[in-house]
């Protein structure tokens, strides 16, 4: 029988204990973990994910800004912003909702964010920290998804793992923190030649390709782990993961859902370094 990874039960039990930290941390330190969010032009899944984080916030007891800036906005104007957030005593984390609209340079904005702030761990000191094994913080989605395993006692040392995706949000850190893990690592990607031959050999498959039903069920090894990271709407508004769940649920022993698995560790997990951010200070 197949064991669903219920990430949206995970991510509460952490808001508990978080809640209980940010509590103590107002009494004996006066300090309330304080977000800043900056998000450029509407896209609706942007929006979204930014209310979100806001709900989180508010019932954490974190204050949250949202910044919410038109589609054509100049480059200046963002890094100015972002000057002005990184001296603000109040605010502890900063994010910048991606993807950027074309005429911005992502990387430019990401590495003016103060690096104690980069509650994303997105900025390149933060990248390079991470690498080298020093680690200021993990980013939010790779974290989630060790916590996942950690939580539900899946083992992670020696085991083969596959990341299908090497994006520098998901796939790339999450490779890292694999490492850190001792497992043997194996990353696909969109020039994988035979992506089948690679996920057949997964201990633990974990996907971020932002592609719906790219994973069947022949490509499950019998009893592995399945992870995914994918979030992919259909045509009426429903969400759907890059695996066939369905179907995949008769191989693997254990799986993320989609909505309910990874999407809410994120979120928990940003909470979790907005208030490591606040009390580092
Ligand atoms: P991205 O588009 O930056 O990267 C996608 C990666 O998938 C690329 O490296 C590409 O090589 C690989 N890929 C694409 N098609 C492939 C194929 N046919 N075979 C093998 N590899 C293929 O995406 P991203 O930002 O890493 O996000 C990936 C997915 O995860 C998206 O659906 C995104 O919405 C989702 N996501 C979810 C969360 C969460 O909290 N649950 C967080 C971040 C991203």
């Known amino acids: 029988m197949v064991k669903i990874l219920d990430g949206k039960k995970l991510a509460e039990e952490i808001r508990v204990a978080l809640k209980l930290e940010i ?65 603000k005593n109040e605010i502890h984390g900063i994010l910048i909702q991606l993807p950027l609209p074309s005429h911005i340079d992502s990387q430019k904005i990401i590495s003016a964010i103060d690096p104690k702030k980069d509650v994303d761990c997105f900025h390149p000191e933060n990248v390079g920290r991470m690498f080298l094994g020093d680690p200021r913080f993990f980013p ?48 696909a990607h969109s020039k994988t030649e035979n992506l089948k031959e690679e996920t057949l050999r997964a201990n633990i498959l974990i996907v971020a390709a932002g592609r719906a039903g790219l994973i069947t069920a022949d490509m499950i090894k019998q009893g592995a782990v399945v992870i995914d990271v994918g979030i992919n709407r259909g045509e009426n508004g429903e969400l759907a993961g890059d695996v066939d769940f369905e179907k995949v649920c008769k191989i693997a022993s254990a799986i993320t859902p989609v909505p309910g698995g990874v999407g809410p560790m994120t979120i928990a997990m940003l909470m979790k370094n907005t208030t490591a951010a606040a009390k580092n200070i």
């Open 23 to 87: 509590l103590e941390l107002g009494e004996k330190k006066g300090i309330a973990p304080g977000l800043a969010v900056i998000l450029v032009g509407d896209s609706v899944a942007s929006q979204i994910y930014v209310r979100n984080k806001e709900r989180a916030c508010e019932s954490l007891g974190i204050f949250s800004e949202v910044h919410r800036l038109a589609e054509n906005i100049e480059e200046e104007k963002i890094l100015a912003l972002i000057a002005e957030l990184n001296e």
């Open 140 to 187: 939010c989605t790779p974290l989630g998804i060790v916590e996942i395993l950690k939580r539900y006692e899946i083992k992670i040392s020696g085991k083969k793992v596959v990341i299908v995706g090497r994006s520098n949000i998901v796939g790339k850190p999450l490779a890292m923190m694999m490492l850190r893990e001792n497992a043997t690592v194996t990353m």
